[in-house]
């Protein structure tokens, strides 16, 4: 900064006249810096700084905790059970590296298994570029994700046709059929969803009612119920002779069940969009579907992106339920194995469900980071 | 807000075919789509009836008044393997009830400590309270009840083994939490039930006195202090003045047994817990988002009045968020009581463990599936009427 000098006036000429403003001081050090931060924000008063020690106290205890379970007192190699066993041991580490191919494919024949990874391989190529806002071709490459991954995944994993040694479905498990579960849920629920929130939005009565009723009625209950609706249930709705199986009947249960909430989602999305914008297109000479479809969906459905995100995370952590149905996902392998008789030790169960914990928490934890980035990617008209 | 009616400019009707007719439309829609359900009813009504004849299952609700065999772990009112099956779905229900009230008030006073901290100025603990949601919100509610429960049990010591925080009288170990069983006489259970209704009448009326004073005066009277001392006091004075009558048992601990005494199952601590963590993790979002929508104004006016901290967010914030608050409050109250019914993956006998001990064991998964949906269904249909009464009682008043 420039420092400006005081204009010598000619009285003032042999008497003592301080020609330059003092320095400017800095701050007092208990203001600034790092000790200002601390004072400021963690010890501005007596209670200010009980509650600091009290939330370092905590911070420590648990960080030690689980650094002291997973790292300091565990048992990093084995065959067995054995060291698990030995008082004070912790977390059991060979427990997860020796049935690691069961929390990831369940029991899909070890032989088929590039098969899984075929359909993971797909789904993350997919992904990434459709996560990506700038990535080219965005119309092909929600095509391929909605109907390709689905048709390819169909094709490849149950097998039998070109040459694919058919693998049973009561065989799949892990985390392949976590994903496919939730893929197929959000994927074959979206155009229901989309066609009950316009049938709630309709003039028609009748069809309103109905869209309402199936809406509250699937928002009622909880989703252990719609499972055993659709796995004890299901095979006695359709004709006589038709068999389903298991895995396609927890799919049509969960399908139907994430509809109402999507339904719900894209209504909201819809009520944003001023009267104007349905106006505009009316006087355009528009019909009906041209007007939904041109005009209004591209601005709901833009809208509700976050609120779909988080829709699909909770779906995500709703699939651990199908276990109780007996189809075995990721927590579902976790909890057949940790009692198997070699590895029983008293910690098993922990570490296992530790190991799923870590999985299913950074899949929703980075899905909620990108709902967030995409949020406020879409706000910024409206940022200040 | 309807989509905009797209009605014929007017002189249009005559000119228009009957084909694209709005009005003729609609009816023709309409009609298709009740008849299209109608349908796909009695096509599913149908196939079940065939599929059911075929495999010789009878539907009706006669089944609720034969006996169950089957053992609770759990019940609030008295059970025997004589009782019948109705009684049995009936327990379940009670313990759903008792779980998801429990999970509520412990979810409620979390979340609404963590959402406020989260805001806390205090570096340490907003960042605590951060970590809290963003873990807990983010790992399946299933795999934290596993946690507490199969993981929670096998830290948890053999009955011999017990830890005892009151030696000799409270006991916890695999069998549960296990405290001494207290007997009351008539005279005294009857005065303190009448003691805790006159005290909570007393306090009632207290805060009605407040409210009219503060209006008129501007004076503030501690009704939460005052009410507090009423409820646990009254209570108090009455059981002592009747002289203290209350026998307390000790549960006795053999080797791998626990006999008298009272005990709180582990499944219920571990739902609870469950619950109530996972729960409050989303209450506290919502708390937060209540008291960001709070104009910042309105906290800077308070300040200037010369009010402290906890009174600005006592009387000035925490009015203004809950209008934003019981909304996202609501849908988290009725979740909880939905995931209640994940207790059937740990053994806790609540409303769909109960059907689903049923129809296993002895059949009718029709009527047992039936009768869970029209109870949740129930549930939150009333939960959500209140619920939206309360909201209105609470909107702001435009004058």
């Known amino acids: 900064m420039q420092t400006p000098t005081l204009a010598a006036s000619p009285a003032a000429a042999g008497a003592f006249v301080r020609q330059q403003l003092a320095e400017t001081l800095p701050p007092p050090a208990s203001t600034a810096g790092a000790i200002g931060w601390l004072r400021k924000n963690l010890f501005g008063s007596l209670s200010d700084a009980i509650l600091t020690l009290l939330g370092i106290t905590i911070i420590v205890y648990t960080v030690w905790s689980i650094l002291d379970f997973t790292v300091i007192r565990a048992v990093a190699t084995g065959i067995n059970g054995d060291a698990c066993r030995k008082p004070g041991a912790g977390a059991c580490w060979p427990y997860v590296t020796s049935f690691w191919r069961l929390f990831v494919y369940g029991y899909y024949p070890p032989a088929e298994q590039w098969r899984a990874n075929v359909v993971f391989a797909l789904f993350i190529g997919l992904l990434i570029p459709l996560a990506i806002p700038s990535a080219p071709l965005k119309l092909l490459n929600v095509l391929l994700f909605l109907f390709g991954l689905p048709i390819a995944a169909g094709i490849i994993l149950p097998g039998g046709w070109f040459g694919l040694v058919p693998v049973e479905t009561q065989l799949w498990g892990g985390f392949l059929v976590t994903l496919i579960i939730a893929v197929t849920g959000i994927v074959a629920s979206f155009p229901l969803g989309l066609l009950l929130a316009l049938g709630r939005r309709s003039n028609m009565p009748a069809i309103r009612f109905l869209s309402v009723v199936y809406i509250e009625f699937w928002r009622g209950v909880p989703l252990i119920t719609v499972l055993f609706l659709a796995?004890?249930?299901?095979?006695?709705?359709?004709?006589?002779?038709?068999?389903?199986?298991?895995?396609?009947?927890?799919?049509?249960?969960?399908?139907?069940?994430?509809?109402?909430?999507?339904?719900?989602?894209?209504?909201g999305g819809l009520q944003a969009i001023p009267r104007g914008q349905y106006e505009g297109a009316q006087a355009l000479g528009l019909g009906y579907w041209r007007m939904m479809v041109l005009i209004i969906m591209p601005q709901a459905i833009k809208i509700v992106i976050p609120s779909l995100v988080s829709s699909f995370i909770s779906l995500f952590k709703d699939t651990t339920l199908v276990q109780i149905v007996s189809i075995y996902d990721l927590l579902g392998t976790i909890q057949q194995s940790r009692n198997s008789p070699i590895w029983s030790a008293p910690t098993t169960s922990t570490t296992g469900y530790l190991v799923a914990a870590l999985i299913f928490w950074t899949c929703c934890f980075s899905m909620s980071r990108y709902s967030q980035f995409i949020e406020r990617r879409l706000n910024t008209g409206h940022r200040r | 807000m309807m989509e905009p009616k797209a009605s014929a400019p007017p002189g249009a009707g005559e000119r228009r075919h009957w084909l694209t007719d709005p009005v003729f439309r609609s009816v023709v829609f309409q009609s298709l789509a009740l008849v299209a359900m109608a349908v796909i009813a009695w096509m599913i009504v149908a196939d079940t009836a065939a599929n059911m004849e075929r495999q010789h299952v009878s539907v009706g609700l006669?089944?609720?008044?034969?006996?169950?065999?089957?053992?609770?772990?759990?019940?609030?009112?008295?059970?025997?393997?004589?009782?019948?099956?109705?009684?049995?779905?009936?327990?379940?229900?009670?313990?759903t009830v008792l779980v998801a009230i429990l999970g509520i008030v412990f979810a409620t006073i979390i979340g609404l400590v963590v959402g406020v901290a989260r805001l806390s100025s205090n570096w340490v603990i907003s960042r605590l309270a951060t970590a809290y949601v963003e873990i807990i919100r983010n790992i399946p509610l299933l795999l934290q009840l596993f946690l507490w429960y199969f993981a929670g049990l096998g830290v948890l010591p053999e009955p011999k083994f017990s830890i005892q925080p009151v030696p000799g009288w409270v006991f916890i170990n695999r069998r549960g939490l296990v405290f001494p069983e207290m007997l009351m006489g008539p005279a005294t259970r009857w005065a303190l039930v009448i003691a805790l209704v006159v005290a909570i009448a007393a306090t009632i009326a207290i805060r009605v006195w407040a409210k009219r004073r503060q209006a008129a005066t501007g004076r503030i009277f501690p009704v939460g202090w005052v009410g507090l001392l009423l409820i646990v006091g009254l209570p108090l004075v009455a059981f002592l003045a009747l002289g203290a009558d209350l026998k307390l048992t000790a549960p006795r601990i053999s080797v791998f047994n626990v006999s008298g005494g009272t005990t709180i199952n582990p499944e219920l601590v571990a739902m609870l817990a469950g619950l109530t963590f996972y729960t409050a993790s989303f209450i506290a979002e919502a708390v937060r988002g209540g008291i960001l929508a709070v104009s910042h104004g309105q906290i800077e006016a308070a300040k200037a009045l010369g009010l402290s901290g906890g009174q600005t967010l006592k009387l000035v914030v925490m009015p203004q968020a809950l209008r934003v608050i019981i909304p996202p409050l609501t849908n988290q109250y009725l979740n909880l009581t939905k995931n209640s019914s994940l207790a059937v993956a740990i053994g806790y006998p609540d409303l769909v463990y109960v059907g689903e001990v049923v129809f296993s064991k002895l059949g009718h998964t029709m009527e047992v599936i039936a009768l869970w949906m029209i109870i949740y269904l129930g549930t939150s249909l009333i939960t959500s009427f209140f619920m939206n009464w309360y909201n209105r009682r609470m909107a702001i008043v435009e004058r």
């Open chain 1, 231 to 267: 796995s004890n249930m299901l095979p006695l709705f359709l004709p006589v002779g038709w068999n389903v199986n298991q895995l396609v009947r927890a799919l049509v249960g969960v399908t139907l069940f994430t509809a109402a909430y999507i339904a719900e989602i894209i209504r």
């Open chain 2, 62 to 95: 006669d089944f609720l008044a034969e006996n169950t065999g089957f053992d609770l772990a759990q019940t609030l009112i008295p059970y025997s393997t004589a009782s019948s099956i109705g009684r049995a779905l009936f327990i379940g229900f009670l313990n």
